[in-house]
Every structure is written in structure tokens, then in C-alpha cells.
């Protein structure tokens, strides 16, 4: 398997843009996770999936942020509009059997709003 | 709610010395405790978990020790190597069963000397 596939890699913006970030999992893992990565608040958890449902987005930093998995194969995180404080680097991980078991990370998007 | 504190933020170890990071939370109804390696440019990556019905577990170099009295848990690498360097974050569930949630501790940046 190739693993959790996320992209771009990178993208640049500037504030006020729409920004949208997508995810592959790993076929047949029933979790989809975002998370955010950055120096001052570390890994935080913005909301997870079981079986395409979101279950718990309390993570969600303002209504600005928005997340969608209309298929087992594909999750987008779309934050409109995009601020510099929204700069960090975004993950995905997908998980068999839930956030007790591991977490396949994917390489991650590295966001810059300008 | 879960909290968890990594120490130390950063460690420098001469190759082939060992290195120890040390993790607490603060929820005791926590039972599941991972270990996640993250190089440079990558994603996290999972080396090791421990149970809490379990009090050490080795795979080859690493082991992680849980003392659920104290609510601490540790990374142990031993004979380290340079290929080791890397940010370590250890991570505890919000809550028991169920939970899907991870809080994760702020990582250790290892360098491995050689």
C-alpha cells in the first residue's frame, strides 16, 4: 500500500484565500484524522472520522474550518478564508480500527498564508 | 481532561549511548500510551506502544516502561545510532475506552553524536 496519500506538500496563499487540503487513506482503514502541527501548540487533533461520519470536531478552531469525507478514499479540510495564523502543517492519518491502534500519518501539508 | 508533559524538549547523546524520555498524564483512566519517531520533512511514525495491563515492552533497541501509580511512562533507546535522531512525541488518550482522542506530549528532539 502506498500509505496515507495527502496533498499539495506545500501551499501558499494569501489571507483571505480559500485553501483546500486532501487526504487518501489507507484502503480499508475505517479512522480518518486531521491534525494540525505547529511550534507553539505542537500536534492537535482537529476531528476524526469513523466510517466517513465525522464524530467529533471540537478541534475545529472557528467555523472558518470545515472538513468532508464523502468516500472511504477521500477527505478535504478546507479553511475559508485562510489567515496567517492558519500557517502550520497539516496531517492525515488513518487508523484500522480507531485512535486506540496506530496511527498511519501521511507526509503532511506545510501551509503558508501570507 | 487529558494532560501530558514530554521532558526532556531536547537531547544530545554520544552514538551507542543510551537515551531516556519521560512522559506523565494525568488522567489514570488512560490505558493505551504510544510512541511516535518524526523526521525531518515526514510524518509521525509509531515505534512502540505499551497497554496498561503491562508494565515494560521491548522490540529490539527500544522499550517503553508504564508505572500507572505514578502515571509516568518512558522511552528507553539503547546502543543508539545516528539514524536515530529524530523528534520523539509520546501521546495518551483522552479518556478510556472508546476514545479516539490523543493528546500528544510537546516531543523530544534526539540528536545522536556520532
Known amino acids: 500500500d502506498a500509505g496515507v496519500i495527502q496533498s499539495p506538500r506545500h501551499e501558499v496563499t494569501e489571507m483571505g484565500q480559500e485553501v483546500t487540503l486532501r487526504c487518501k487513506p489507507i484502503?480499508?482503514?475505517?479512522?480518518l484524522f486531521w491534525y494540525r502541527q505547529t511550534m507553539m501548540r505542537g500536534l492537535e487533533l482537529l476531528i476524526y472520522f469513523n466510517n466517513n461520519v465525522p464524530i467529533d470536531d471540537s478541534g475545529m478552531p472557528e467555523d472558518r474550518f470545515s472538513a468532508k469525507m464523502p468516500n472511504a478514499s477521500f477527505s478535504t479540510l478546507k479553511i475559508q478564508p485562510s489567515e496567517p495564523r492558519d500557517s502550520a502543517v497539516y496531517f492525515c492519518a488513518s487508523s484500522p480500527g480507531g485512535g486506540k491502534e496506530k496511527l498511519f500519518f501521511g507526509s503532511g501539508t506545510q501551509l503558508s498564508v501570507l | 481532561g487529558e494532560n501530558v508533559e514530554q521532558h526532556p524538549s531536547t537531547l544530545s547523546v554520544q552514538e551507542g549511548d543510551s537515551a531516556v524520555i519521560k512522559c506523565t498524564y494525568s488522567?489514570?483512566?488512560?490505558?493505551?500510551f504510544p510512541w511516535y519517531k518524526q523526521e525531518l520533512g515526514k510524518g509521525p511514525q509509531l515505534i512502540i506502544d505499551i497497554r496498561s495491563n503491562v508494565g515494560e515492552k521491548k522490540d529490539q533497541r527500544i522499550a517503553v516502561t508504564l508505572n500507572k501509580t505514578a502515571k509516568h511512562f518512558s522511552l528507553h533507546i539503547t546502543e543508539t545510532q545516528p539514524e536515530d535522531s529524530a523528534v520523539y512525541f509520546c501521546a495518551a488518550p483522552q479518556g478510556a475506552s472508546g476514545t479516539y482522542k490523543y493528546i500528544f506530549g510537546t516531543g523530544t528532539r534526539l540528536k545522536v553524536l556520532a
Open positions: 484502503s480499508g482503514h475505517d479512522y
Open positions: 488522567d489514570s483512566a488512560s490505558n493505551y
